[in-house]
Each structure stands twice: as structure tokens, then as C-alpha cells.
């Protein structure tokens, strides 16, 4: 059961708000257990066991981390300064060793359903190269919904723990429903427990008011994907699958039609599950902020995908640049070429890192190890140009402050994740650069409108998507200025809030991309 | 403090960091620029900045930067 | 209490709204005769009373195969494709009953397919997903907006009014299967449910008071059917004297089921069904019971269909 499946927004989620309401509170999060483990069988079916075997270890894992640091502090009172540091490294060692086991334990599930068939293609590959074939048999196993999400959140629930950020959980149940609450389950956010904890046992009654916003997300959602990217993937589709035919500019179009493709849907996606777990209070973070809107690159990362940026930002990034060997290696460096080279070999390092995990979490492929090692590069040479960008500026009296120099940065950034885009939703590595080459080589911008009304769009859709596509840049805006817009319109006069509501409704309805001869986009990150 | 300032200066020279409450959060200090800020700290004051405290809520300004400094210091 | 009658309000203006712009959309003499839901749930109500021939019903693997505007270009007749995706029998009868009432056609054809579909076999919450959809009343209209608007400042019916797909499916994917020699000639027999025998009943009686030939056919599929199927069709049909042409076993139709199915071998896809829409006219024309209406001023919405409907294959 999909998020834009109307049995899961407009039926399931209020039965279940009406049975949440009604049970009383204490049983309120073993309602919303029951409910996620149901959702999740609805993908899943009897695959839900390996959810409950990461809860369980993490729970298991965590408990233990407690109880050593426990017996620790008993064994610490009263020692001598010289025997405290020895208890305190066999015991940081033995916690250390139930955290690696755990991760591993649980990342090898994540290998098994989403990299072995990769690995066993490259290693077939590699085997044939000295005349073996088919050296290894080919698997395909369906995963778990959510399994790079949930894993994710395993272990920094784990980590978190070892660093002493969070108390291990004591009850069981509690885990359970932090790995596979139903909204967060399958597209994420990536959540913390630190951060979810209190409210999602709270058990709060549903308000009115709570409701209603939920729902005006919800339908905001359902707006994104059904109008603009079902809308967008007729065209998309036909590009990517058929690009020799195409023109250049055609395939750029087809870039940028797609990377708004993915931003609707995902962002779409991320508002119905944002909405719905705002319906029982509990609030979610925000995955997405305005992306489109970044100066740079790097800047781009942090308003897109944000709760996976910042996971990796935790649980790789820093953990790699501040390690030992990763310090040994760039003191040297510091000493004969100062502290920004250093730095800059120390994060370097880091991306590099971050980067691969990154390619490679969005699915087995080349493609995706491609995209990551793209944005890699082009945030490293952000960094290492920066100061000489600056001098340029001064130089020629350019103010980087100045609206035009920012216009000019968006539409750079822009650009930039248009071809990252192009190169991740293309059809293999190959597919990818001979687009690329059109796009470079072919200018033949004759072509360009017959193209465009070719493309399975006509002119009516083309102006649906322009003030569809309007309405989402203002509400963007507004946000960007940070202006609560439903606290806004809830001020409003009644009927003038109705309209709203059923203007946006009757556009879902009837300009919805829909039925039949149209292709739902499928949930893109669910694959993932 | 003085020598917190300066090193910040240094780093981002465009930004009024006495005032500042949002470093991290209006992204004035990206992840590279925060590495750089840490290993010049590390250098200066004689501390180790564990990786844990590595949160906005410590890097959003110059006042929670020293605070974490001083705190860090004690502790060793 | 306040909140839960604003809600209850919320909903009544907008079933209100529903119904509203279910009039703007849908085509307008079919509502009046048979009612919002119903002509939205049914595609061929929306065609011209008494002009359809013949009535396909089945599952997508009618949708997939029969491509009526083909037929009309090389026969002139007029076929329509009453299929469902996963198309239950007792769906089937009322598709069938639904097409007598509005169109009174010489004949109905019966994808086999359907007698074997068990209802057991549908998930628990397939009747409601079903139910949802009937109520609404957008599912296969909602796109009229582009002719609504258009009409609305040209003041002229122009003819994208006319469904030009008259129920056909336009897929153009292709993946080619594995399987080879998919009929092999056995003496096996495979068993029909008996809810669904009890139903074909209802449909073979239900044809016979209304004077309307009924025919079971089997589309060209490697998937779906084999030779214990195609034997306990025909030994079950036959026994109500029904006809029943296996197109698995038509040499004739030729299918390349390397280009021509769009998902290894389960359903055809467009170059697919051109060959079998070919084949399905030529027999057609060989039951002498329909007739070629190409050159008859009152079909002349069909011709102007095959334009528009030859426009919309890219």
C-alpha cells in the first residue's frame, strides 16, 4: 500500500485516528505498532521478520551498552587514577565490540538483499576475465520495504548509544515501532531516537486541529506527485528510453523535467508521511527545505534529502575526518602546508567516503556510484576554488552579495544537479554519457518544438504544469521567508478557507495525471 | 575568547561572529570549514573534540564554541 | 461536536461539488440515462446508443490484444473492448449486461481467461478498492477537462469528444520472453471454479433471452494460457453448445514473441495487437453477423476516430 493509494490516505490513516482516539492512552503505541507492522506486511509480507530481527538486536545491543557502562562506574569507585584508565579501556573495548558486532550483523542483512546481486555480477565479471563462467549463481531476492532506511536508523540508534547521546531503550516495543513507524518505514525520513522519542509514545489524543493540518499536507502532497510528476514521467519517460531520437536541448529539457520529477515525488511523498505522523503529534523532520533555492552544491545537500545528509554528516563524516589514521596522515600535511590544505585533505578524505556510501545506498549500480563521485568532485572543487573565487570577485568588483551574482549561483547549482540528475536516472553509466554528449554536441534548436509537443504532452498539460508548478515556487517561497502558511490560512474566514481546500482538491481530482493512458511515477526512494 | 575570534576571522572572514547565533545553522561554517575550526582549536587550546560534540547546537556561535572549549578543558 | 458537524458539512458540500462537476465531465447523455456512477464505471456508455457490433469483455489481456479502430479501418466493423484489469466472472456478466442494455450488439465475445480467475484469490481488500472506484466518478473522465475548456471558448463539438481507443490499451513496451512452445498438445484438464461455471451460466442464459450470439475466445498469451486450460474450456463450453476459438492455436496470427509482448510472453503489446486484431476481424467477417459500416454517414464519428486515434500512436 503506496502513500498516494487513497485506501492508505482517506480510509486506513482515518480508521485509524478514529481507533486511536478511542483506545485508551497507554495502549496507544502498540495501536501504532500493530499498524506499522501491518503496513509493512501489506509490501513486505513475511520478509517483516527481518525488521523485527533488527529491532530486537539493536534492543538487545543497546541494553548490553548500558549494563557495561553500569558495572563500570561500579568498578570505577574508589580506584586510583592509573587503575580507573585501564577499567575504563577494557570496558570502552568491550562496548566497542557488541557495537561493531550489531552494525555488522545488521548491515549484512542490508548487503545480502540489496548488493549481492551486484557483487555477484562484478565478481562473475571478474572470474570470466580468467576464463571462469557464471562462477557465482545469480540471486535476485525481493527486499524488505525500507531496508536502507530502517537500517540506517538501527544504527545510529546504536551509535548514539555508544557515544552516550541517548540512554538505551528499555522496553522492547518501543524499539520496534521506532524501526517501523508507518509513516517513516518506507521513504524515510531518517529518523533519530533521540529526536522521535518523546512524542511518538506520548500517546496524545488526535486534535482537531492536528487533523486538518495533517490533511492539508497530505493533499499538498498528493497535489506534487498526481498533477506535476505523473504528469512530468510521460515526458521523461519517453526521453530517457528513446533519447537517440532527441535533440540536445530536448534531453537537457528532459533532465531538468526529471529532476523535478524526483523533487515533487519525494518531496510529495515526504509531505503525505510528514502530514500523517503529524496527525498523532509527533513531529517529523523536515526532509526537504527549498533545494532549488542553493548557492552551491554543497549548500544543495543540505536542503535535499536533508535527513540522510545529515546521517551520513554524523555517522560518516566527522567519525572518518577526526579518526586516528585519517589525523596521523594530514598533521604531516599541516606542518609543511598549513591548515587549510591540511583540512581540506582530512574532509577531502571524509567525502570521498561519504560519497562512495552515498552512490552506492541509492542502489547497486554504476550509475549511482557515478552520481555520488559527481557531487563529490564538485563539492571538493567548491572548497579548493573558494578562496580564488572570492579574489576574482573583489578584483573585478563583482559583490557576491549583489541579487545578480545570486540569481547567477542558483541557476549554476541548478544546472549542476540537473546533469547529476540526468546521469542517475539514465539508463546505465553508458546511457548516461552518450546523453551527455548529445546535450554537449547537438544544438539543433530548430527541432525543439515539434519535439516538445511530440512527448506525450500537449499544450493543455504544458499550462496545467506552468501554474501548477507556480503555486508550489510561491508556497516555496513563502516557506523560504519562513512564513507559517497554515497557521495563515487557518486565521482565514471560513469560506475562504473552504474554497482553498476544495480548489485544491477538484485540481488533484480532475487535473490529476490519473487512469487511464497515464503511468504512475512508482515510488522512486522506496527502491532504494 | 580573543583567540577563538581570531581564529574565526581567519577562517570566514565576512561574518560577524560576536553576534552571530546561527553559524551552523545558516550555514556560515560548512562541514569543511567546521574541520578546519576544529584541528586550529585542537591546536590552540590543547583539547581533543570528540566526534559526539560535534552538533550545531555547539558550533552556533562563538559564546557555545567557547563554552564547549572550557568545558573540555575541565574535563581533561 | 462543533468540529464533527463542520466535518460533516466539509463532506456534504463536497459530494455536492463531486456530483457537480461530474455532469461538466462526463458525457452528458449517458448520465442522464444511466446515472453518474454507472456511466463512469462503464467506458461504453459513453458511446452512441445502438452502434457497437460487437462487445469484447475480459481482462487486460483483451485490452492488451483487441484494437477495435484496427478492425474498423480493414473491416468497417464496430468492436469495443469492455475489459478490466484482473477481470472477476461475475464483473464479466455485468460488463455483458451493461453492453445489451445500451448497445442491444450482434455479438459478445468472452475472454476464457476470466473462467479460470478465482475471486478466492483476490486480496481481502479487493472489493473495497473496487467499490472506491466506482464512486469515483472521475476515474476514466477526468481528462475531459482538455475538451470541456476547449468547447467552451470555441463553441464547436470537435471530435476529441470520440474515445478513440474504444477500449484498447496503447502500449508500446517490449520484453521479449524466454519460453518456447507453450502449447504443447496434452490430454490434461484443468478444472473451472465452480462459482465461475455458475456465473457462465447466468451469462449463456442471460445472452439467449436476449438474442445476442456469445463466444468464448482466448487471446494469443505464453503466460497465461496452455493446453489443459484450452481443454477445459472447450469440454465446459461446449456443453452449453457455446463456441468456443482458441487464438493460441490460430498459426496464422503469427506473433513474434520477441517484439511483440510487452512483459515476456504475458500480454501483447501494440505490434501484437495489430496481428490479432487482424485475425479477429477476418473472423469476424467469417460469421457473416455483423457488417461493414465504413461507408455509412451515421458512423462517420468512427472514421473521424481512426484520424485521431492514428495521431495519437507515436
Known amino acids: ?528 | 575568547m580573543e583567540k577563538l575570534l581570531e581564529i574565526l576571522e581567519e577562517l570566514e572572514p565576512d561574518v560577524d561572529f560576536e553576534n552571530c547565533e546561527n553559524l551552523v545553522d545558516g550555514r556560515y561554517l560548512d562541514s569543511l570549514t567546521i574541520l578546519s575550526l576544529i584541528s586550529e582549536i585542537e591546536d590552540a587550546f590543547d583539547v581533543q573534540i570528540p566526534t559526539v560534540e560535534i552538533v550545531p547546537a555547539n558550533f552556533n556561535s562563538a559564546k557555545k564554541i567557547w563554552a564547549l572549549i572550557e568545558r573540555l578543558q575541565e574535563e581533561d | 461536536m462543533k468540529n464533527a458537524l463542520k466535518s460533516i458539512l466539509f463532506m456534504g458540500i463536497f459530494f455536492l461539488l463531486l456530483i457537480g462537476t461530474s455532469y461538466w465531465l462526463l458525457p452528458q447523455e449517458a448520465v442522464y440515462h444511466y446515472g453518474i456512477i454507472k456511466t463512469a464505471h462503464y467506458d461504453i456508455l459513453g458511446e452512441e446508443k445502438d452502434t457497437i457490433d460487437v462487445v469484447v469483455v475480459g481482462d487486460s489481456l483483451i485490452y492488451s490484444a483487441v484494437s477495435p479502430m484496427e478492425i474498423w479501418h480493414e473491416y468497417g466493423f464496430t468492436v469495443f473492448d469492455s475489459a478490466t484489469q484482473g477481470q472477476l466472472i461475475r464483473d464479466s456478466f455485468k460488463h455483458v449486461q451493461v453492453a445489451v442494455e445500451s448497445q442491444h450488439p450482434k455479438m459478445i465475445l468472452l475472454e476464457a481467461n476470466v473462467l479460470y480467475r478465482d475471486a478466492k484469490n483476490k486480496p481481502w481488500s479487493y472489493d473495497y478498492e473496487e467499490w472506491f472506484k466506482m464512486y469515483n466518478p472521475y476515474q476514466g473522465y477526468h481528462n475531459n477537462w482538455k475538451r470541456r475548456l476547449l468547447t467552451m471558448f470555441q463553441n464547436e463539438d470537435d471530435f476529441t469528444n470520440i474515445n478513440v481507443f474504444k477500449g484498447f490499451k496503447y502500449i508500446t513496451d517490449s520484453e521479449p520472453t524466454t519460453k518456447t512452445n507453450y502449447m504443447k498438445k496434452s490430454k490434461k484438464k484443468k478444472k473451472i471454479p465452480e462459482e465461475n461455471q455458475r456465473y457462465f451460466q447466468q451469462i449463456v442464459k442471460y445472452c439467449k433471452d436476449n438474442n445476442v450470439k456469445l463466444v468464448v475466445i482466448s487471446t494469443p498469451s505464453m503466460k497465461v494460457w496452455n493446453y489443459a486450460k484450452h481443454n477445459g474450456i472447450e469440454k465446459f463450453v461446449s456443453s452449453y453448445g457455446i463456441d468456443y476459438v482458441d487464438f493460441n492455436l490460430d498459426d496464422t496470427i503469427d506473433i513474434d514473441w520477441n517484439t511483440e509482448t510487452r512483459d515476456q510472453g504475458d500480454h501483447l503489446n501494440y505490434k501484437g495487437a495489430i496481428k490479432f486484431s487482424h485475425a479477429l476481424g477476418a473472423y469476424l467477417k467469417k460469421t457473416d453477423l455483423v457488417v461493414d459500416h465504413r461507408s455509412d454517414s451515421a458512423y462517420q464519428s468512427w472514421n473521424e476516430g481512426y484520424r485521431i486515434y492514428q495521431k495519437s500512436l507515436k
Open chain 1, 1 to 528: 500500500m503506496s502513500y498516494f493509494n487513497v485506501l492508505y490516505a482517506f480510509v486506513a490513516l482515518p480508521i485509524l485516528v478514529a481507533l486511536y482516539n478511542i483506545v485508551p492512552k497507554k495502549i496507544r503505541p502498540i495501536l501504532l505498532l500493530l499498524a506499522s507492522y501491518a503496513f509493512f506486511f501489506s509490501y513486505s509480507k513475511f520478509l517483516i521478520v527481518f525488521v523485527m530481527l533488527s529491532s530486537l538486536s539493536i534492543y538487545l545491543a543497546g541494553r548490553k551498552m548500558s549494563s557495561l557502562e553500569s558495572k563500570k562506574k561500579e568498578k570505577l569507585e574508589g580506584l586510583e587514577k592509573e587503575e580507573k584508565k585501564a577499567v575504563k579501556e577494557t570496558y570502552q573495548k568491550n562496548k566497542r565490540n557488541v557495537l561493531v558486532f550489531t552494525i555488522i550483523f545488521n548491515a549484512f542483512f542490508l548487503f545480502i538483499f540489496k548488493y549481492l546481486g551486484f557483487f555477484v555480477k562484478n565478481t562473475n565479471h571478474l572470474v570470466s576475465f580468467f576464463g571462469g563462467n557464471n562462477f557465482l549463481p545469480i540471486i535476485k531476492l525481493a527486499a524488505p520495504i525500507g531496508i536502507s532506511f530502517y537500517t540506517l536508523q538501527a544504527i545510529s540508534y546504536l551509535v548514539d548509544i555508544y557515544r552516550e547521546k541517548i540512554e538505551a531503550e528499555k522496553k522492547l516495543l518501543k524499539v520496534m515501532l521506532y524501526l517501523s513507524f508507518f509513516p517513516t518505514v518506507v521513504e524515510g525520513p531518517i529518523t533519530r531516537y533521540g529526536d522521535i522519542k518523546d512524542t511518538i509514545y506520548e500517546g496524545t489524543r488526535v486534535t482537531y486541529q492536528n487533523f486538518c493540518f495533517g490533511y492539508q499536507r497530505i493533499l499538498f502532497g498528493f497535489f506534487k506527485k498526481m498533477v506535476i510528476a505523473d504528469r512530468l514521467n510521460i515526458f521523461v519517460k519517453i526521453i530517457f528510453t528513446d533519447y537517440m531520437s532527441y535533440s540536445g536541448p530536448a534531453i537537457f529539457l528532459g533532465a531538468i523535467f526529471y529532476t523535478i520529477l524526483l523533487y515533487m515525488e519525494f518531496s510529495g511523498t515526504m509531505d503525505v508521511v510528514i502530514g500523517s505522523a503529524e496527525m498523532f503529534g509527533i513531529t517529523l523532520p523536515e526532509n526537504f527545505r527549498q533545494p532549488f533555492f542553493s548557492k552551491n552544491i554543497s549548500e544543495f545537500w543540505s536542503r535535499w534529502h536533508i535527513s540522510l545528509g545529515q546521517w551520513f554528516k554524523d555517522y560518516i563524516f566527522y567519525p572518518v575526518s577526526l579518526s586516528k589514521p585519517v589525523k596521523k596522515l594530514t598533521t604531516g600535511i599541516k606542518k609543511t602546508f598549513g591548515n587549510r590544505v591540511s583540512s581540506l585533505t582530512m574532509g577531502g578524505i571524509a567525502l570521498f567516503a561519504v560519497w562512495s556510501l552515498n552512490g552506492l545506498w541509492h542502489g547497486a549500480g554504476y550509475q549511482y556510484l557515478f552520481f555520488g563521485y559527481y557531487h563529490f568532485t564538485l563539492i571538493l572543487l567548491g572548497n579548493i576554488f573558494e578562496p580564488w573565487i572570492v579574489a576574482f570577485c573583489t578584483k573585478a568588483h563583482i559583490n557576491r552579495k549583489s541579487i545578480p551574482y545570486r540569481i547567477f549561483q542558483t541557476v549554476k547549482t541548478c544546472i549542476l544537479v540537473f546533469i547529476g540528475e540526468l546521469f542517475f536516472r539514465a539508463d546505465g553509466l553508458r546511457a548516461g554519457f552518450s546523453m551527455m554528449k548529445r546535450i554537449l554536441t547537438d544544438f539543433q534548436f530548430h527541432h525543439i518544438g515539434r519535439e516538445i509537443a511530440s512527448l506525450g504532452l500537449d499544450i493543455k498539460d504544458y499550462i496545467v504544469l506552468a501554474i501548477a508548478l507556480l503555486f508550489v515556487l510561491g508556497i516555496s517561497i513563502l516557506r523560504e521567508r519562513r512564513i507559517p502558511i497554515r497557521e495563515k490560512i487557518s486565521k482565514k474566514p471560513l469560506v475562504l478557507r473552504w474554497t482553498l481546500y476544495y480548489v485544491l482538491i477538484f485540481a488533484i481530482l480532475i487535473f490529476g495525471a490519473y487512469g487511464k493512458g497515464y503511468v504512475p511515477v512508482a515510488p522512486i526512494y522506496a527502491d532504494f
